[in-house]
DNA sequence: TGATTTTATGTCATATTCGACATTTCATCA
DNA sequence: TGATGAAATGTCGAATATGACATAAAATCA
């Protein structure tokens, strides 16, 4: 199993349980996921509150469905700046992506 | 002058004086830059704090002084995930990452 | 149930970011 | 002063992330 498709699992795992750490992922890789499953479900939690399909999102950030869908997943190919100037786009400040950080499980 | 550009010299602004919203940047756009400059700051903060050269940074998270300079520049070229993945490997955890973004000029 | 909307997944060409390298600028010190 | 190590800057081909698109799967609702 390469890294790739690791990480992809992992971050798929957290729609059942929680992020742990998995095969092969470093200390700081682990945490890195982590962080971005944090900013994952927030965008999530934010689209939901303002009551937007991810297409209306996508034309919003000038972006693709798919890309949100993907974002919202963890998919592997998502950077953080995608995620944190899509949460950006919905308004939020730099205090609260700062914040999401600490919120969401990482070490 | 290009975005690009602008976004470039805008960074280089808060080695004199402060982050400043600047010519043609949304707020989304202005935001993104200081979590930037937060993180940039706080990689020479930790580098400098454990005596490292940015040659010797570059060796322990795989890349080149280069890149180093360029992060610590807040270049326009690296990616948040460069950042985040380099404090990482300093040592910092995600809760800490998430206080630089918060301790950071951003609104 | 079936129709319709929303979300998930896979792929692709293009754009962006990457490490590497060369070179220049800057700082430190003898 | 010049020598030496560190940092900055520019450019490259390679690697990765991007939006777009097609389509499948799920959810919502009449």
Same mark, same amino acid.
């Given at each position: 199993?390469?890294?790739?498709?690791a !990480? !992809?699992?992992e971050?798929?795992?957290?729609?059942?349980g &929680?992020?742990?750490d998995?095969? *092969?992922?470093?200390q @700081?890789e682990?945490?890195y996921?982590?962080?971005?499953?944090?900013l994952?479900?927030?965008l999530?939690d %934010?689209?939901k509150? !303002?009551?937007?399909?991810q297409?209306?999102?996508a %034309?919003?950030?000038?972006?693709? %469905?798919?890309?949100?869908?993907?974002? @919202?997943?963890? &998919?592997?190919?998502?950077?953080? &700046?995608?995620l944190?100037?899509?949460?950006?786009?919905? /308004?939020l400040t /730099? !205090?609260e992506?700062?914040?999401?950080?600490?919120? *969401?499980k990482? /070490?």
């Amino acid at each position: 199993m390469d890294k790739k498709k690791a !990480k !992809k699992l992992e971050m798929r795992g957290w729609k059942i349980g &929680d992020a742990s750490d998995f095969l *092969g992922l470093t200390q @700081e890789e682990s945490v890195y996921v982590d962080l971005k499953v944090a900013l994952a479900l927030k965008l999530r939690d %934010q689209r939901k509150r !303002k009551r937007l399909t991810q297409t209306a999102l996508a %034309q919003a950030i000038g972006s693709s %469905q798919s890309r949100i869908a993907k974002m @919202e997943a963890g &998919d592997p190919t998502v950077s953080l &700046d995608l995620l944190v100037k899509s949460l950006l786009t919905l /308004g939020l400040t /730099g !205090k609260e992506i700062g914040e999401t950080l600490i919120g *969401g499980k990482n /070490g």
